[in-house]
């Protein structure tokens, strides 16, 4: 039985799929790249080097922005972070409760490493038996979804908050956005169902997955509020850049809160975001500027495809749903605004939190570049009572 009461055996019971993943040994796909039990819920195929590579430089590179000195990494897994963090910090303690995982990480380890490293063997819960080395970021990658219930995440938050030496962060990364599954469901059958599927059957399919999906999930507003409750004094909440359409990048996010001395945030000018907004920003005027409800549209051909599904005939078959789909095309108005920023030598920030639905984000436009020294600009996000006020 599990100690947390709501879903007896679930920490267990991931432990052994784990430890069943790690077992198989597959050499991994490049050198440090071990991507072992990382497995494409669209193709159910491996992921391909290509996507996996980009999703570790992008999240090693939030992790380094940070500048940490110090790190603790729970569910380290085979260290496809850790092995890329090592050689930038002193000290890395990485903690996984499957003996297989960190049997892999240590194979990989760089012997000439100049870090302190420690790997142990321990659930995320016992992380009080990690060393005592004043860690200044404590990270917590893809491994949310894999703890039984909010209790358990409270309590391993508030550990880790614990063990954090301020100033310091707190990394919930690839975090599953609970209010999305309806739509990643209906997106894994429109993607792998058969030509010939009728959609009857594919929307059965779809409410059966999302009725047995044990992956635990929640909606970032309220994990800042976990943040908050075991002290954080600001939480940023970004959708993730990356550019391959896998599930990670389409309904996972990432989010930081920052511990100790309370630092000054910018204080955008917040406007509502409309068609062609790039155009009119002053660009030479040096001043933050934040974009409100600026549409998520990588998400717009899969809700889009959850619609048809629920909308047409039951007889219809996806295929010539699909068909139809083919032809739609999607602005991306953040990609607008990313490119427009990098020509003018400005950095975007998004916060995924306002829109419970994830079907918007906020978008702020720094002037500049942020500096190393400094981390990165922290930024007064908007309040859902102050988008209604303007
Ligand atoms: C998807 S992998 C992520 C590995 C690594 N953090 C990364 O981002 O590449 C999840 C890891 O978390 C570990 N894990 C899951 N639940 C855990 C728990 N309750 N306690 C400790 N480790 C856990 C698994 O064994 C697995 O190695």
């Not at 991931?14 to 077992?23: K, L, N, P, Q």
């Not at 978008?363 to 996000?381: F, I, Q």
Request: charged content about 25%; some cysteine.
């Amino acid at each position: 039985m599990s100690r947390t009461g709501g879903r007896p055996g679930l920490e267990q019971a991931w432990r052994h799929i784990y430890d069943r993943a790690y077992h198989l040994d597959r050499p991994p796909a490049a050198p440090g790249l071990d991507t072992s039990g990382w497995v494409n819920t669209y193709t159910t195929e491996p992921y391909t080097q290509a996507e996996m590579g980009e999703w570790v430089d992008e999240t090693v590179g939030r992790i380094l922005e940070h500048t940490p000195r110090r790190i603790l990494e729970i569910g380290c897994g085979t260290g496809l972070l850790g092995n890329r963090l090592i050689p930038q910090v002193e000290a890395y303690c990485g903690l996984d409760f499957s003996v297989g995982a960190l049997q892999r990480f240590s194979r990989d380890l760089e012997p000439t490493t100049r870090s302190t490293v420690c790997l142990l063997l321990a659930s995320a819960k016992q992380i009080g038996r990690a060393p005592r080395w004043d860690y200044d970021c404590v990270v917590l990658n893809s491994v949310l979804q894999y703890f039984p219930d909010a209790a358990y995440v409270q309590e391993v938050l508030q550990q880790a908050a614990a063990l954090l030496k301020p100033p310091g962060v707190l990394f919930l990364g690839d975090v599953r956005h609970r209010e999305l599954l309806t739509v990643h469901h209906a997106w894994r059958e429109w993607r792998a169902g058969a030509d010939d599927m009728a959609v009857l059957e594919a929307r059965a399919s779809a409410a059966r997955r999302h009725r047995s999906d044990r992956e635990w999930s929640i909606v970032p507003a309220d994990l800042a509020d976990m943040l908050r409750s075991v002290g954080a004094h600001h939480v940023e909440t970004r959708l993730k850049d990356g550019t391959h359409p896998t599930e990670m990048n389409l309904f996972r996010y990432d989010t930081t809160g920052f511990f100790g001395p309370v630092r000054q945030a910018v204080d955008p000018e917040w406007l509502d975001w409309k068609p062609g907004v790039e155009r009119r920003i002053d660009w030479q005027a040096g001043r933050p500027l934040g974009l409100r409800n600026v549409p998520n549209a990588r998400l717009a051909p899969l809700i889009a495809a959850e619609r048809g599904l629920q909308d047409a005939a039951d007889a219809t078959s996806i295929g010539a749903l699909r068909t139809a789909a083919d032809s739609a095309s999607y602005d991306d108005p953040l990609a607008v605004l990313r490119d427009a920023a990098a020509a003018h030598g400005a950095v975007i920030r998004t916060n995924w939190v306002r829109d419970r639905s994830g079907r918007t984000v906020d978008v702020a436009v720094l002037p500049g570049k942020e500096s190393p020294e400094t981390g990165p600009l922290l930024v007064r996000w908007p309040t859902t009572g102050q988008a209604d006020a303007v």
